[in-house]
């Protein structure tokens, strides 16, 4: 009977499993709820909220298609339909620890209760407003955590470390000098290079030592400006040629899902609401599926193109990032971000492209080893999960095919894959046992969860809210220990 409601439980959706419902998210504060009377009960409570409303279905396929455009001047279809962000529950807050209260009470109205979270997406950084519940909710979740200075979701890349530290030290400045030496180099020595990313790469040559590090750009720095040039002008030959039969019949579904996931990208970060930036996700995703007829487009890419928009935004950008009205760049540097995502990328998704093939065979392989790992690393945890009939791909599959995006801040985000692009195989190998050193990182909250919903629940909203460079750095240490303790590991947790 365990075994036929475990299948039941996911015939609700084939695609992605893990994600709440908009009107269903579960209270954090209250992790140990009454279960629920019938697994069946639970799974309706827990459908895939990346399902598609008929009423929106209507709405996009009533919508006519406006025509292509480029940035400034090009006036490609912006997604009007705003949905709440799948996943994780996240909060913009203040700039300044300290500020919490007075910061609430100037942005967000009164309000005593806490059920629901009302689901509405901001639009523009001018109308960054959540409800009160969804406040209070978020605060209550955290009330549990050491006090931490309040940081943003993503501001300026100075602010990156949660611990407070002042934005350049003398260690930093000694290591930043390093990397404008080898930056500098006629030839880049690109092993040098990744060793000294592998701890975090300084946010002012971040941009460039990313481009190298994908393979984007060439070590010789003589090379890199024609390489540039070239390549932006590919992306945009792309766009000539292929943008339009976007309303074609047999390419209108997946601009479609396009279209619909793009407000859902990191919905309560104020730059990715902007319409001139969604409209630059749109071409980029449309763009790479076309070009990708073997997996196309699928769900989670989207998440994908968002740090190296950041990080090459970051380039020109020295005030608050989330904030920061993209429009108001000249066109010729709208293009270049623009373009420069789309190519980083395309490196990314090369390495790990068997993860969106039909089926998704590399995320099934890397949740089944996440699996056997585990029970290697944790017997307790393994056993427990076993105990309450949790299935490692109920959670797991998000982790992997969003690389930890839905689970941590984009500025932790950002931080990873600076290690990620220094470790070799890092997206898709390094990053089966940084999923596994996140899962042992909550084996207290994990054990002490003695029924199925709230394991399911704990797993799928963990507060990772305050996390920093220092929390990310911990999480590094413990995966690459991991690694070489269980070097061992079979062959196919390689795939």
Known sequence: MATENRINFWRRNAKVPGRYPKDTKPKFNNLKTKKASSFHEFARSTNDAWDIDEEEDEDFLGTPAQSSSLPSGLNSSSPQ???????????????????????????????????????????????????????????????????????????????????????????????????????????????????????????????????????????????RELVLRRKREEYFGFIEQYYHSRTDEHNKDTYRQIHIDIPRTNPLIPLFQQPVVQEVFERILFIWAIRHPASGYVQGINDLVTPFFVVFLSEFVTEDVENFEVAALPPDTQRNIEADSFWCMSKLLDGIQDNYTFAQPGIQNKVKALEELVSRIDEDIHNHFKRYEVEYLQFAFRWMNNLLMRELPLRCTIRLWDTYQAEAEGFSHFHLYVCSAFLIEWRKEILSMVDFQGLLMLLQNLPTIHWGNEEVGLLLAEAYRLKYMFADAPSHYKR
Not at 85 to 96: K, M, Y
Not at 117 to 140: A, I
Not at 201 to 222: D, F, H, M, Q
């Open 81 to 223: 339909n705003q949905q709440n962000q799948v996943g994780d529950i996240e909060t913009r807050v203040s700039h300044s620890p300290g500020t919490e209260d007075q910061e609430l009470q100037d942005v967000w109205e009164e309000d005593a209760e806490c059920e629901h979270v009302n689901g509405e997406v901001v639009k523009s950084s001018s109308d960054l407003h959540l409800n009160t519940s969804s406040v209070r909710c978020t605060l209550q979740k955290q009330q549990s955590l050491p006090v931490r200075p309040i940081i943003p979701l993503v501001a300026r890349m100075s602010d990156q470390n949660a611990s407070g530290a002042p934005p350049m030290t003398v260690r930093e400045k000694s290591r930043l000098d390093k990397f404008k030496q080898l930056l500098a180099s006629p030839n880049t020595d690109l092993e040098d290079l990744r060793k000294h990313s592998w701890s975090g790469i300084p946010r002012e040559v971040r941009p460039i030592t990313w481009r190298l590090l994908s393979g984007y750009l060439p070590a010789n720095k003589e090379r």
